[in-house]
Protein backbone atom coordinates (compact mmCIF):
# COMPACT_ATOMS: atom_id res chain seq x y z
CA UNK A 1 0.00 0.00 0.00
CA UNK A 2 1.34 3.92 -0.85
CA UNK A 3 2.43 5.67 1.95
CA UNK A 4 -0.02 7.25 4.13
CA UNK A 5 -1.41 10.90 3.00
CA UNK A 6 -0.13 13.73 5.54
CA UNK A 7 -3.20 15.64 6.33
CA UNK A 8 -3.62 18.35 9.13
CA UNK A 9 -6.86 19.65 10.49
CA UNK A 10 -7.22 23.87 10.77
CA UNK A 11 -10.59 24.60 13.01
CA UNK A 12 -9.90 21.78 15.80
CA UNK A 13 -13.61 22.41 17.70
CA UNK A 14 -15.80 20.10 18.17
CA UNK A 15 -16.35 18.39 14.93
CA UNK A 16 -12.76 17.76 14.50
CA UNK A 17 -12.28 16.01 17.75
CA UNK A 18 -15.12 14.12 17.98
CA UNK A 19 -15.19 13.07 13.88
CA UNK A 20 -11.93 13.93 12.13
CA UNK A 21 -9.38 12.82 14.33
CA UNK A 22 -10.70 9.04 15.06
CA UNK A 23 -11.36 8.79 11.64
CA UNK A 24 -8.11 10.20 10.58
CA UNK A 25 -5.79 8.01 13.26
CA UNK A 26 -8.50 5.13 12.24
CA UNK A 27 -7.44 5.03 8.37
CA UNK A 28 -4.32 3.99 6.80
CA UNK A 29 -4.51 6.49 4.43
CA UNK A 30 -3.80 9.31 6.13
CA UNK A 31 -1.61 10.57 8.61
CA UNK A 32 -2.66 13.34 11.05
CA UNK A 33 0.82 15.95 10.72
CA UNK A 34 -0.34 19.08 12.20
CA UNK A 35 -3.40 20.83 13.74
CA UNK A 36 -4.28 24.61 13.69
CA UNK A 37 -6.55 26.68 15.88
CA UNK A 38 -6.15 30.55 16.26
CA UNK A 39 -7.19 29.84 19.96
CA UNK A 40 -7.86 26.64 21.18
CA UNK A 41 -5.17 24.01 21.69
CA UNK A 42 -4.49 20.77 20.01
CA UNK A 43 -3.85 17.10 20.76
CA UNK A 44 -0.64 15.41 23.01
CA UNK A 45 1.85 14.31 20.71
CA UNK A 46 0.93 16.42 17.32
CA UNK A 47 2.17 19.55 16.07
CA UNK A 48 -0.53 22.56 16.96
CA UNK A 49 0.30 25.94 14.93
CA UNK A 50 -2.06 29.20 15.61
CA UNK A 51 -2.41 29.98 11.71
CA UNK A 52 -1.64 27.71 8.12
CA UNK A 53 1.09 30.10 7.28
CA UNK A 54 2.77 29.04 10.67
CA UNK A 55 2.22 25.47 9.48
CA UNK A 56 3.54 26.50 5.90
CA UNK A 57 6.69 27.80 7.48
CA UNK A 58 7.41 25.27 9.87
CA UNK A 59 8.76 22.76 7.72
CA UNK A 60 6.18 19.91 8.89
CA UNK A 61 4.75 17.70 5.64
CA UNK A 62 1.47 18.10 4.31
CA UNK A 63 -0.32 16.84 1.40
CA UNK A 64 -3.86 17.85 2.71
CA UNK A 65 -6.09 19.93 5.17
CA UNK A 66 -9.42 19.47 6.60
CA UNK A 67 -10.82 22.81 7.27
CA UNK A 68 -13.12 22.73 9.56
CA UNK A 69 -13.50 25.90 11.04
CA UNK A 70 -16.84 28.10 11.21
CA UNK A 71 -17.90 28.91 7.28
CA UNK A 72 -17.22 32.66 7.61
CA UNK A 73 -13.45 32.31 7.27
CA UNK A 74 -13.51 28.64 5.50
CA UNK A 75 -13.01 30.62 1.87
CA UNK A 76 -10.03 32.43 3.04
CA UNK A 77 -8.30 29.18 4.36
CA UNK A 78 -9.05 27.35 1.49
CA UNK A 79 -7.37 29.65 -1.06
CA UNK A 80 -4.13 29.70 1.07
CA UNK A 81 -3.73 26.02 1.21
CA UNK A 82 -4.54 26.15 -2.38
CA UNK A 83 -1.98 28.47 -3.38
CA UNK A 84 -0.07 26.18 -1.55
CA UNK A 85 -0.71 23.23 -3.74
CA UNK A 86 -2.58 21.31 -0.52
CA UNK A 87 -5.38 19.12 -1.51
CA UNK A 88 -8.60 20.62 0.62
CA UNK A 89 -11.34 18.91 2.74
CA UNK A 90 -14.06 21.17 3.30
CA UNK A 91 -16.22 20.37 6.48
CA UNK A 92 -19.63 21.59 5.15
CA UNK A 93 -20.72 23.81 4.37
CA UNK A 94 -17.91 24.74 1.96
CA UNK A 95 -18.09 28.56 1.99
CA UNK A 96 -20.40 31.78 3.18
CA UNK A 97 -22.00 31.77 -0.12
CA UNK A 98 -22.61 29.85 -3.65
CA UNK A 99 -20.67 32.81 -5.26
CA UNK A 100 -17.46 32.39 -3.15
CA UNK A 101 -17.47 28.56 -3.35
CA UNK A 102 -17.83 29.07 -7.36
CA UNK A 103 -14.61 31.13 -7.12
CA UNK A 104 -13.13 28.77 -4.83
CA UNK A 105 -13.38 25.85 -7.06
CA UNK A 106 -12.68 27.33 -10.31
CA UNK A 107 -9.41 28.07 -8.56
CA UNK A 108 -8.61 24.58 -7.15
CA UNK A 109 -9.55 23.64 -10.85
CA UNK A 110 -6.50 25.65 -12.40
CA UNK A 111 -4.39 24.87 -9.59
CA UNK A 112 -4.70 20.95 -10.45
CA UNK A 113 -5.17 20.85 -6.78
CA UNK A 114 -8.24 18.55 -5.35
CA UNK A 115 -11.05 20.11 -3.50
CA UNK A 116 -13.70 18.03 -1.67
CA UNK A 117 -16.85 19.14 -0.31
CA UNK A 118 -17.09 16.88 2.23
CA UNK A 119 -20.87 16.22 2.56
CA UNK A 120 -20.65 13.92 5.41
CA UNK A 121 -24.32 13.11 5.71
CA UNK A 122 -23.72 11.85 2.00
CA UNK A 123 -21.85 8.92 3.46
CA UNK A 124 -24.38 7.82 6.23
CA UNK A 125 -25.11 3.79 6.66
CA UNK A 126 -27.71 3.19 4.41
CA UNK A 127 -28.06 6.36 2.19
CA UNK A 128 -25.93 4.34 -0.80
CA UNK A 129 -28.96 1.46 -0.32
CA UNK A 130 -31.51 3.89 0.03
CA UNK A 131 -30.23 5.61 -3.69
CA UNK A 132 -30.28 2.11 -4.70
CA UNK A 133 -33.85 1.36 -4.08
CA UNK A 134 -35.41 4.41 -5.83
CA UNK A 135 -33.24 3.70 -8.80
CA UNK A 136 -35.89 3.60 -11.90
CA UNK A 137 -39.15 4.91 -9.43
CA UNK A 138 -40.48 8.21 -9.40
CA UNK A 139 -40.52 10.18 -6.59
CA UNK A 140 -44.40 11.91 -6.04
CA UNK A 141 -43.64 13.64 -2.64
CA UNK A 142 -41.80 14.09 0.01
CA UNK A 143 -41.18 15.40 3.71
CA UNK A 144 -38.13 16.37 5.98
CA UNK A 145 -37.90 16.87 9.96
CA UNK A 146 -34.47 17.53 11.19
CA UNK A 147 -35.20 18.98 14.51
CA UNK A 148 -32.49 18.81 17.00
CA UNK A 149 -31.57 20.82 20.62
CA UNK A 150 -28.91 23.82 19.45
CA UNK A 151 -28.00 23.81 23.98
CA UNK A 152 -27.18 20.48 23.99
CA UNK A 153 -25.49 20.07 20.04
CA UNK A 154 -23.62 23.44 19.67
CA UNK A 155 -23.48 24.92 22.84
CA UNK A 156 -21.21 28.12 23.41
CA UNK A 157 -21.05 28.32 19.59
CA UNK A 158 -22.09 32.09 18.82
CA UNK A 159 -20.82 32.03 15.26
CA UNK A 160 -23.83 30.29 14.09
CA UNK A 161 -26.12 33.05 14.94
CA UNK A 162 -24.36 35.26 13.27
CA UNK A 163 -24.16 36.80 9.12
CA UNK A 164 -22.60 33.59 7.34
CA UNK A 165 -23.42 30.90 10.20
CA UNK A 166 -26.55 29.86 8.56
CA UNK A 167 -28.18 28.72 12.40
CA UNK A 168 -30.87 26.38 12.16
CA UNK A 169 -29.56 25.38 8.78
CA UNK A 170 -26.12 23.96 9.55
CA UNK A 171 -27.77 20.67 10.66
CA UNK A 172 -30.68 20.82 8.21
CA UNK A 173 -27.99 21.35 5.38
CA UNK A 174 -27.02 17.74 6.13
CA UNK A 175 -30.93 16.48 5.31
CA UNK A 176 -30.42 18.59 1.87
CA UNK A 177 -27.16 17.19 0.85
CA UNK A 178 -28.66 13.93 1.40
CA UNK A 179 -31.64 15.03 -0.61
CA UNK A 180 -29.93 16.41 -3.63
CA UNK A 181 -27.68 12.95 -3.53
CA UNK A 182 -30.99 11.04 -3.79
CA UNK A 183 -32.89 12.59 -6.40
CA UNK A 184 -32.06 12.64 -10.30
CA UNK A 185 -33.66 15.90 -10.62
CA UNK A 186 -32.73 19.55 -9.79
CA UNK A 187 -34.37 20.70 -6.58
CA UNK A 188 -35.82 24.22 -5.89
CA UNK A 189 -36.97 26.18 -3.09
CA UNK A 190 -40.85 27.48 -4.25
CA UNK A 191 -41.41 29.26 -0.58
CA UNK A 192 -39.24 29.85 2.96
CA UNK A 193 -40.21 31.06 5.84
CA UNK A 194 -37.66 31.80 8.91
CA UNK A 195 -38.17 32.44 12.91
CA UNK A 196 -35.18 35.09 13.86
CA UNK A 197 -34.32 35.49 17.64
CA UNK A 198 -34.13 39.38 17.98
CA UNK A 199 -30.36 39.08 18.83
CA UNK A 200 -29.66 36.55 15.89
CA UNK A 201 -29.06 37.00 12.45
CA UNK A 202 -29.88 33.07 11.06
CA UNK A 203 -33.09 31.46 11.66
CA UNK A 204 -33.97 28.95 14.75
CA UNK A 205 -36.62 27.20 12.69
CA UNK A 206 -37.18 27.48 8.95
CA UNK A 207 -40.11 25.80 6.64
CA UNK A 208 -39.64 25.50 3.17
CA UNK A 209 -41.31 24.09 0.09
CA UNK A 210 -39.18 22.41 -2.55
CA UNK A 211 -39.79 20.77 -5.92
CA UNK A 212 -38.06 18.09 -8.00
CA UNK A 213 -39.75 17.01 -11.00
CA UNK A 214 -43.36 17.06 -10.24
CA UNK A 215 -42.32 16.01 -6.35
CA UNK A 216 -42.93 18.57 -4.03
CA UNK A 217 -41.14 18.14 -0.78
CA UNK A 218 -41.73 19.60 2.96
CA UNK A 219 -38.97 20.98 4.62
CA UNK A 220 -39.64 21.40 9.10
CA UNK A 221 -36.18 22.14 10.60
CA UNK A 222 -36.27 23.04 14.49
CA UNK A 223 -33.53 24.06 16.72
CA UNK A 224 -35.27 23.91 19.86
CA UNK A 225 -36.27 20.58 20.15
CA UNK A 226 -35.58 19.41 23.53
CA UNK A 227 -37.48 15.93 23.44
CA UNK A 228 -34.57 13.61 21.63
CA UNK A 229 -33.48 14.39 17.85
CA UNK A 230 -35.55 14.05 14.68
CA UNK A 231 -33.25 13.50 11.45
CA UNK A 232 -35.52 12.07 9.32
CA UNK A 233 -36.32 12.14 5.08
CA UNK A 234 -39.20 10.61 3.93
CA UNK A 235 -40.24 9.96 -0.08
CA UNK A 236 -42.78 8.74 -1.43
CA UNK A 237 -42.76 6.95 -5.05
CA UNK A 238 -44.85 5.16 -7.17
CA UNK A 239 -42.97 2.19 -6.13
CA UNK A 240 -43.94 2.58 -2.35
CA UNK A 241 -42.05 4.58 0.56
CA UNK A 242 -38.55 4.98 1.93
CA UNK A 243 -37.82 6.79 5.39
CA UNK A 244 -34.49 7.49 6.18
CA UNK A 245 -33.72 8.24 9.97
CA UNK A 246 -31.25 8.88 12.43
CA UNK A 247 -29.44 11.31 10.03
CA UNK A 248 -29.69 8.53 7.52
CA UNK A 249 -28.35 6.12 9.33
CA UNK A 250 -31.47 3.79 9.48
CA UNK A 251 -33.51 2.96 6.45
CA UNK A 252 -37.35 1.87 6.28
CA UNK A 253 -39.48 0.66 3.52
CA UNK A 254 -43.22 1.01 3.37
CA UNK A 255 -43.29 1.01 7.19
CA UNK A 256 -41.55 -2.25 7.34
CA UNK A 257 -38.99 -2.37 10.69
CA UNK A 258 -35.55 0.06 10.20
CA UNK A 259 -32.43 -1.42 8.85
CA UNK A 260 -28.99 -0.09 10.34
CA UNK A 261 -25.92 -0.50 9.67
CA UNK A 262 -22.35 0.58 11.91
CA UNK A 263 -21.85 4.11 11.88
CA UNK A 264 -18.48 4.57 9.55
CA UNK A 265 -19.70 8.23 8.32
CA UNK A 266 -16.24 9.88 8.17
CA UNK A 267 -14.42 6.85 8.03
CA UNK A 268 -15.95 6.11 4.48
CA UNK A 269 -15.55 10.04 3.78
CA UNK A 270 -11.81 9.78 4.45
CA UNK A 271 -11.36 6.91 2.41
CA UNK A 272 -13.37 8.65 -0.42
CA UNK A 273 -10.82 11.29 -0.04
CA UNK A 274 -8.03 8.96 -0.21
CA UNK A 275 -9.22 7.87 -3.59
CA UNK A 276 -9.56 11.53 -4.82
CA UNK A 277 -6.05 12.11 -3.63
CA UNK A 278 -4.78 8.84 -5.78
CA UNK A 279 -6.72 10.17 -8.97
CA UNK A 280 -5.73 13.89 -8.31
CA UNK A 281 -9.71 14.88 -8.47
CA UNK A 282 -11.79 16.75 -7.10
CA UNK A 283 -15.88 16.41 -5.50
CA UNK A 284 -17.11 19.88 -5.32
CA UNK A 285 -20.73 19.64 -5.32
CA UNK A 286 -22.55 23.33 -4.39
CA UNK A 287 -25.96 21.84 -4.60
CA UNK A 288 -27.16 22.07 -0.88
CA UNK A 289 -25.36 25.02 -0.31
CA UNK A 290 -27.66 26.79 -3.21
CA UNK A 291 -30.68 25.68 -2.06
CA UNK A 292 -29.88 27.83 1.63
CA UNK A 293 -28.59 30.60 0.13
CA UNK A 294 -31.83 30.47 -2.22
CA UNK A 295 -33.62 29.97 0.91
CA UNK A 296 -32.47 33.22 2.37
CA UNK A 297 -33.53 35.12 -0.67
CA UNK A 298 -36.78 34.67 -0.56
CA UNK A 299 -37.26 33.67 3.08
CA UNK A 300 -40.53 35.40 4.84
CA UNK A 301 -39.27 36.29 8.23
CA UNK A 302 -40.78 35.99 11.62
CA UNK A 303 -39.64 37.42 14.37
CA UNK A 304 -38.57 35.42 17.88
CA UNK A 305 -37.67 35.48 21.45
CA UNK A 306 -34.30 35.97 22.03
CA UNK A 307 -31.82 32.76 22.14
CA UNK A 308 -29.23 32.08 24.64
CA UNK A 309 -27.30 29.11 25.31
Known sequence: ?????????????????????????????????????????????????????????????????????????????????????????LEKPPAETPGGFAALKALAGRAGVPLFTAWHSRFAAMVGE????????????????????????????????????????????????????????????????????????????????????DAVIAVDLNF?????????LELTTDGGTLLLSRGGAALSIDGAPAKTALDTEYATLYAHFADLLDRGESDADPAPLGLVADAFLIAEISPAEPYHD
Do not use: Y
Not at 31 to 46: E, R
Not at 175 to 188: G, K, N, Q, Y
Not at 224 to 232: D, P
Open 1 to 89: MASPFDIAIIGFGKIARDQHVPAILGSERFALAATVDSHGPGLDGVPHFRSLQALLESGVKADAVAVCTPPQVRGQIARQAIAAGLAVL
Open 130 to 213: AKAWLAGKTVIAGRISWRESARKWHPGQRWLWEAGGLGVFDPGINALSILTELLPDPVVVTSSAFEVPSNCATPIAATMTLESG
Open 224 to 232: LEEHGEVWE
